[in-house]
């Protein structure tokens, strides 16, 4: 699958509220924050407080992890929005286009929950988070690479 059919369909499984999906090359002449910001257009966030309201995600792991929660339920009520397995296959796709060398951004902090008793498995949960659309809820990954960078955001309302 090409970078371009897989960015087709994550946003054609994610099919509610808007899903903000692009990988381009990252330009040499100013800071990746500034390209962010101009490919993620909706932001409502004045450019100063950008770069201060992200939290680093310390391993791709867990930024597949939380791509996939983001994929797999809606930010409103939890709703599940595509299987957890398909969920997690297009995450890590997603993932893979990076290098070792990515360093991954969110909006929000999650933590484990445990409310999960009937499959047993620990659950990503968003516990705060600084809205960048104007969206009730947002959240998303910027994947800054050497040489690319990708956006994966999605916007719901309740």
């Known amino acids: 699958m090409t970078t371009s059919e897989l960015l087709q369909e994550i946003t054609a499984s994610r099919d509610c509220g808007n899903v903000y999906l692009t990988i381009y090359e990252k330009s040499i002449d100013f800071e990746w924050e500034s390209s962010v910001l101009e490919h ?3 932001t409502c966030i004045p450019a100063d407080n950008f770069k201060a309201s992200l939290t680093r995600i310390g391993t791709s792991k867990l930024a ?3 791509l996939t929660e983001l994929l797999h339920h809606d930010l409103a009520y939890g709703t599940e929005i595509i299987p957890r397995g398909k969920a997690s296959s297009l995450a890590g796709a997603f993932i893979s286009l990076f ?3 990515a360093v991954y951004f969110s909006n929000s902090t999650w933590n ?3 409310y999960c008793e009937a499959t047993k498995y620990f659950e990503l949960g968003q516990t705060s988070w600084t809205s960048f659309t104007e969206a009730t ?3 998303g990954l910027i994947v800054c690479d050497t040489d690319k960078i990708g956006i ?3 916007a719901d309302e309740d």
């Open 99 to 101: 290098s070792e060398q």
């Open 152 to 154: 994966a955001w999605f």
């Open 40 to 42: 993620l257009q909706t």
């Open 137 to 139: 809820f947002d959240s």
């Open 112 to 114: 484990k929950n445990e």
């Open 64 to 66: 597949r992890d939380i």
